[in-house]
């Protein structure tokens, strides 16, 4: 977890943080969450994989540091009971006290609020390279080849276990078919060129093989 940390206090320190106690607790605190163990799907390999992305492609952004924090606080609070967007709400509010604590500006903390909750519907405008890094790094998954895909789409059913299968087809089908009319998964050029094919075909293939009633 060492490593976790340091990229977590260099993206903090980054953006502007002046209090050394309170990066360090805020990490602490965030990764507490990722590791929580009703996780399948939203824990520490997901961090990762959004870091990568972002990593890779941080040139394309305006705050790289903004969007990295983001990463790190998009799913900081994830509870498969709550509804709508209740979870992205949370994570920006935690997102919003542990950077305030560790020292950020308020107009840096404002951002990553925002960017966190671009997360809950992945609708990004045209001018926000930012936004669209996060929302791109955190749909990456669905353009995996289909074994893993299919994995993925396994550990999520783990994490909603609690809910009866009828409930679930019909919130899977309903958030399978919200991703499927977005004019574009991904908006990086790079990425929407690698990726946009791929991840339709998982999505579609997905849906088709839902159970219906």
Same mark, same amino acid.
């Given at each position: 977890?060492?490593?976790?940390?340091?990229?977590?206090?260099?993206?903090?320190? #980054?953006?502007?943080?002046?209090?050394a106690a309170g990066v360090a607790r805020?990490?602490?605190?965030?990764?507490?969450?990722?590791?929580?163990?009703?996780?399948? +799907?939203?824990?520490?390999?997901?961090?990762?994989?959004?870091?990568?992305?972002?990593?890779?492609?941080?040139?394309?952004? &305006?705050?790289?540091?903004?969007?990295?924090?983001?990463?790190?606080?998009?799913?900081?609070? +994830?509870?498969?009971?709550?509804?709508?967007?209740?979870?992205?709400?949370?994570?920006?509010?935690?997102?919003?006290?542990?950077?305030?604590?560790?020292?950020? =500006?308020?107009?840096?903390?404002?951002?990553?609020?925002?960017?966190?909750?671009?997360?809950?519907?992945?609708?990004?405008?045209?001018?926000?390279?930012?936004?669209?890094?996060?929302?791109?790094?955190?749909?990456?998954?669905?353009?995996?080849?289909?074994?893993?895909?299919?994995? +993925?789409?396994? #550990?999520?059913? &783990?994490? +909603?276990?609690?809910?009866?299968? =009828?409930?679930?087809?019909?919130?899977?089908?309903?958030?399978?078919?919200?991703?499927?009319?977005?004019?574009?998964?991904?908006?990086?050029?790079?990425?929407?060129?690698?990726?946009?094919?791929?991840?339709?075909?998982?999505?579609? &293939?997905?849906? #088709?093989?839902?159970?219906?009633?």
């Open positions: 977890m060492d490593e976790l940390i340091d990229r977590w206090e260099a993206a903090a320190y #980054a953006a502007g943080a002046t209090d805020a990490g602490s605190r965030l990764l507490a969450g990722w590791r929580e163990p009703h996780r399948h +799907y939203h824990a520490l390999p997901h961090l990762r994989a959004v870091l990568a992305v972002v990593d890779g492609y941080a040139g394309s952004a &305006r705050r790289p540091e903004l969007v990295r924090l983001a990463a790190w606080c998009h799913d900081a609070v +994830y509870d498969p009971r709550a509804g709508g967007d209740a979870n992205e709400r949370a994570s920006a509010e935690l997102a919003g006290e542990l950077l305030a604590g560790a020292g950020l =500006p308020a107009p840096a903390v404002a951002e990553v609020r925002r960017l966190v909750l671009l997360t809950a519907g992945h609708v990004v405008a045209a001018d926000d390279p930012d936004g669209a890094l996060l929302c791109d790094a955190d749909l990456a998954i669905l353009a995996a080849p289909p074994d893993r895909y299919d994995r +993925y789409a396994a #550990a999520v059913r &783990r994490e +909603y276990a609690h809910v009866p299968e =009828p409930a679930f087809r019909a919130g899977r089908g309903r958030v399978l078919a919200h991703l499927l009319a977005l004019p574009a998964l991904y908006r990086l050029r790079a990425l929407h060129a690698r990726w946009e094919a791929p991840a339709r075909a998982n999505l579609t &293939r997905e849906l #088709a093989a839902l159970p219906h009633p």
